[in-house]
C-alpha cells in the first residue's frame, strides 16, 4: 500500500494510513505511528536555565568593525534537561551566537565549514551587496573543511538572522541558524530587550532527527518539538511592572506562529526592516517562516507568576488548522516589588518615508502542481517505481533552478504583485532589497512598515513597492517554507547599473 498511494492522497487519509507511505525502513516504523505530516507538538516541562542567545564575541577592536568567527559543525545540543540531540551548528551552539552591531558598522565574518557537506551563509534582511548574500547564484558553496570571509556594511538597525542556502531545507532544520542584531541611537527605553528565534524540530521518540522524506514537501517539514533560541519550553524571568521587549525570529523550516501571551496584549514595534513608525497593539501575531517581529508587553500580574507563551492555532491549508494551540516558552515574573518605574510604551518609533509610484509593475504567480516521479523524480521523490506523486513548485511556470531570471534596473521602483494560487499560504521573501506593502487581498495594511518576508494567504494577492537601491547584482526571491523553495518556488532578480 506506501507505494501505491499518490501524495494529496495521503494527506486526506486518517492517521495510521497515511504514516506508511513515507518509504521507510521497517526499523523506523515504530517512529512512524503518528501522522508524519501533521505531528502534534510534543508536551515539555518549563526549566530554568540559559533562556538568551549568546553573543558572538567581537574579535576587532575598532568600534566601527565587528569581526566574528563561525564554524559550522555537529555538536551535541542539549535541548531539555537531560534531552542532548546531535544538530548541525554554528560554533556548536543553537541558535548560533548572535552576531551585535550598530548600523553602519562594517561586520566580517570568518567562516570555517567542518561539516560533512558544503554549504553557504546567507545574512536574512541585511542589504548587503551581492556578493555577500551567500546564495549558490553568487558564490560557489563552502566545501567541508574550507573556509570564506564575509564583509560587509550594515546599513539599517534590526532584527535580522543567518542560516544556509544550499539544501536549506535540510541544513536550517539541523539547526544552521542564528540572529544578528543590529542597533541604532533612538532605540526605545525598554526593562529587558531580549532576541527570541523560534524554530520547531520534527523528531522521533528519543529526540533524535526523523529522517527527511519527500513527503514533507507539501505543506513543508512541520515539527513536533519547539524550540525557542535552541531550548524545549525555557523560561525568561521578568521583572513584574517592566517593560520587554521581544525581538522574534522565525526560523522554522514551515511551522506559521501566531504567538500570544494569555491576559495581554501585545505591542508590536518592530518588523522585518526595523522600528514602525509607531506601535500597533494586536492579541496574538502571526509571525512567518524568516520573518521578525519587535514586540513589547507589560510584564502584569501577580509575583512569581508563570505565563506560557502560546501559538494559536493557524490555518495555512491542506488540514494545519486542525492542530491546537502549542505552548512556546514561559515568562515568569519576579517575586520583588518593582524598584524600577514602567518606561512608557513609545510614541513615535521611526520615520518611514512611503515609496514614490512605481514605474515597473510584475505579477509573479506562486503555483504547485503534481509530479508522478517521471522527469522531475530528481526533486525528491526517490521512489523507483514512481507510483508516489511528489509535489512540484513553481513561480510563473518555472520551477527553479529551471528559471529566467527576471531583468531589472537599479534605482527603479517596481510594484510587484504576488499572486498566490494555491490553497495554502506561502510566505514571500526577497533578498536584498526591503519593500512596502501596498495591498493585502486588496485592502492597504493601514501601517507603513520596511518588509522582506511577508505571508501571501492561499488564493490571495499581496502587492508591495520596493525600491532597487544601491546594490545591483543577482538576488533571490523564494518561499520560505524551506521545502517549497528548494522544490522550484523561487527565483532570481537581476538588478543592472543602468
Ligand atoms: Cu532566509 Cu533566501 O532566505
Ligand atoms: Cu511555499
Redesign the pocket.
Known amino acids: 500500500m506506501r507505494r501505491t498511494l499518490g501524495f494529496l492522497v495521503a494527506l486526506t487519509m486518517p492517521l495510521g494510513v497515511a504514516a506508511c507511505t513515507g518509504g521507510h525502513d521497517m526499523a523506523d516504523m515504530d517512529d512512524m505511528d503518528d501522522m508524519d505530516m501533521l505531528p502534534e507538538v510534543i508536551d515539555v516541562p518549563p526549566s530554568e536555565g540559559r533562556f538568551e542567545t549568546e553573543v558572538a564575541e567581537d574579535l576587532d577592536p575598532s568600534p566601527d568593525v565587528v569581526e566574528v568567527s563561525l564554524e559550522a559543525k555537529v555538536a551535541d545540543v542539549e535541548l531539555a534537561p537531560g534531552r542532548s540531540v546531535s544538530m548541525w551548528t554554528y560554533n556548536g551552539l543553537l541558535p548560533g551566537p548572535r552576531i551585535e552591531a550598530r548600523a553602519g558598522n562594517t561586520v566580517r565574518i570568518r567562516f570555517k565549514n567542518s561539516l560533512p557537506e558544503a554549504t553557504t551563509i ?1 545574512w ?1 534582511g541585511i542589504r548587503v551587496p551581492a556578493a555577500m548574500d551567500g ?1 549558490p547564484a553568487v558564490q560557489s558553496p563552502v566545501a567541508p573543511g574550507a573556509e570564506f570571509t564575509y564583509e560587509f556594511v550594515v546599513p539599517d538597525a534590526g532584527t535580522f ?1 543567518y ?1 544556509p ?1 544550499v539544501r ?1 531545507d535540510e541544513q536550517v532544520e539541523r539547526g544552521l541558524y542564528g540572529a544578528f542584531v543590529v542597533r541604532d541611537d533612538g532605540e526605545p527605553e525598554t526593562t529587558t530587550d531580549r532576541t527570541v528565534v523560534l524554530d520547531d524540530l520534527l523528531v522521533n521518540s528519543d529526540w533524535t532527527l526523523r529522517d527527511f522524506d519527500p513527503m514533507h514537501a507539501m505543506i513543508g517539514r512541520q515539527g513536533n518539538l519547539i524550540l525557542t533560541n535552541g531550548r524545549a519550553h525555557p523560561i525568561a524571568a521578568v521583572e513584574r511592572g517592566g517593560l520587554h521587549r521581544f525581538r522574534f525570529i522565525n526560523a522554522a523550516n514551515a511551522r506559521y506562529f501566531r504567538l500570544a501571551l494569555p491576559g495581554h496584549r501585545l505591542i508590536q514595534i518592530g518588523t522585518d526592516g526595523g522600528l514602525l513608525s509607531a506601535p500597533r497593539e494586536l492579541d496574538d501575531l502571526l509571525l512567518v517562516p ?1 520573518e521578525r517581529a519587535d514586540v513589547l508587553v507589560v510584564a502584569t500580574g501577580s509575583e512569581g507568576e508563570a505565563l506560557d507563551w502560546k501559538t494559536l492555532r493557524y490555518d495555512r491549508g491542506h488540514g494545519t488548522g486542525e492542530l491546537p494551540d502549542a505552548v512556546v516558552f514561559q515568562m515568569r515574573n519576579g517575586d520583588a516589588i518593582p524598584t524600577i518605574p514602567t518606561p512608557p510604551v513609545p510614541t513615535n518609533l521611526a520615520v518611514i518615508p512611503e515609496l514614490p509610484e512605481a514605474s515597473v509593475q510584475r505579477e509573479l504567480r506562486l503555483e504547485e502542481s503534481t509530479d508522478g516521479g517521471g522527469p522531475h523524480g530528481g526533486h525528491g521523490s526517490g521512489d523507483s517505481d514512481g507510483m508516489m506523486m511528489v509535489p512540484v513548485f513553481s513561480i510563473n511556470g518555472q520551477v527553479y533552478p529551471d528559471a529566467a531570471p527576471l531583468n531589472a534596473q537599479l534605482g527603479t521602483v517596481e510594484e510587484w504583485s504576488i499572486v498566490n494560487t494555491t490553497e495554502m499560504d506561502h510566505p514571500f ?1 526577497l ?1 536584498g532589497f526591503r519593500f512596502q506593502v501596498v495591498s493585502e487581498n486588496g485592502e492597504a495594511p493601514g501601517f507603513a512598515a520596511w518588509r522582506d ?1 511577508i505571508n501571501i494567504p492561499a488564493e490571495k494577492t499581496v502587492v508591495f513597492r520596493v525600491r532597487l537601491e544601491d546594490h545591483p547584482g543577482t538576488w ?1 526571491f ?1 518561499c ?1 517554507i524551506l521545502e517549497h ?1 528548494e522544490r522550484g518556488m523561487m527565483g532570481e532578480l537581476e538588478v543592472a547599473t543602468p
Do not use: K, T
Open positions: 546567507h536574512h546564495v538572522w542560516h542556502h536549506s524568516g521573501h533578498h518576508s533571490m523564494h520560505h523553495a
